[in-house]
């Protein structure tokens, strides 16, 4: 294989690599008060949730790793707004997930968003 070839080969792969460095920005979400929204609405009931006191359950996934997460329910692009629709509305996008509509509203599915894309 020629160096030029090989050059190629190797920046194409590296182009697939996942990209550490990713920080999803949720626009006008608050961490903080996405975490006491997550807090409020018992979402550690169903799941692990690091930095909220008493999230440990073990119903749904564990919410540590959001912004490392390629996808949203399995299949969903995890995107910023995803998330928000997600977190809003969960039945309406997946129908078959457990997740149930829990009342929450855009500004506090954002903040909760923000929080989520905050903690490893």
């Not at 329910?73 to 998330?83: E, I, M, V």
């Amino acid at each position: 294989m020629s160096v030029p070839v090989l050059l190629v080969a190797m920046l194409a792969l590296c182009a697939c690599a996942n990209d550490t460095a990713y920080e999803p920005e949720v626009p006008q979400g608050d961490p903080r008060r996405g975490r006491a929204a997550l807090a409020d609405f018992e979402c550690g009931v169903c799941h692990a949730i690091p930095g909220v006191a008493g999230a440990n359950g073990t119903v749904g996934p564990p919410l540590d790793s959001m912004r490392r997460n390629v996808y949203i329910a399995g299949k969903f692009p995890n995107t910023p707004d995803t998330l928000v629709r997600f977190i809003i509305d969960a039945p309406e996008l997946a129908p078959e997930t457990a997740m149930p509509n829990m009342g929450v509203a855009e500004q506090q599915a954002r903040d909760m968003a923000a929080y989520l894309y905050s903690v490893d």
